[in-house]
């Protein structure tokens, strides 16, 4: 139910209706007011951006076929997810790199891919949590997180923080101390509705400023207009 209401927010960026065959918000950037002033040319960050998302909206449509009850399919199903949104944020810190929208303002006003960013990191670089005996899996808004139970360990988004930021051996050591070894791990997964409503908004709003900005425009524009010839 989860990936489905995810997909719900997902949708909300996929159909846009400048044309027939735009489904996806960065559609947008071929509009004048965008990037696409040029006759017989084409924007192709807007292709490439909207190749993630259609990836993402792909897989929410498939996952409502499983049950994200039964663990060892809430587990798959949110390693997909998150690497699926990773790669999308990738692509747009590479953007954000390129014209100068620094990782102090990213972290001050669009939080939402810091945080899938350590996720990712989560499971791409799992540390200690590689040692860790059969853990579970719910999310952060579970009506069953009992945290002054004290013989269970939850990993949440604060422990993810702090470990797994970056590659680091003294807290890869720090981890293995902490869980390594051990049964009664709980990680508290994020919510992929509260996190693909809060990515869909970053979506909107940096199309905006790339609207909204000559700067970024002209740097943009000497770089990702395919002209077409006549």
Known sequence: MKF???RNELQKICSYE?????EYLFCILHEEDYLGDHKGSHVCLGCTLNDSISK????????????ENTPENLEYLFTVYILLMYLTVEKLHTIFKFIGITWDFVEENWKVLVEIRKWANFIKHPKGFLFTHHPDYIFEDSKDIDKSNKTVKYLD???VSKFYFREDEKKLKQTILEIGNKENIVVLLPCPERLTKEFVQVCREFCEK?????HFKSILKNHVILEEEL
Not at 18 to 22: L, M, Q
Not at 56 to 67: G, H, N, T
Not at 210 to 214: A, F, M, P, Y
């Open 4 to 6: 489905k209401f995810a």
């Open 18 to 22: 400048a044309s027939e065959e735009c």
């Open 56 to 67: 993402i909206d792909r897989f929410l449509s498939e996952a409502q076929q499983l049950d």
């Open 157 to 159: 988004f604060d422990f």
């Open 210 to 214: 790339i609207k909204n900005n000559e």
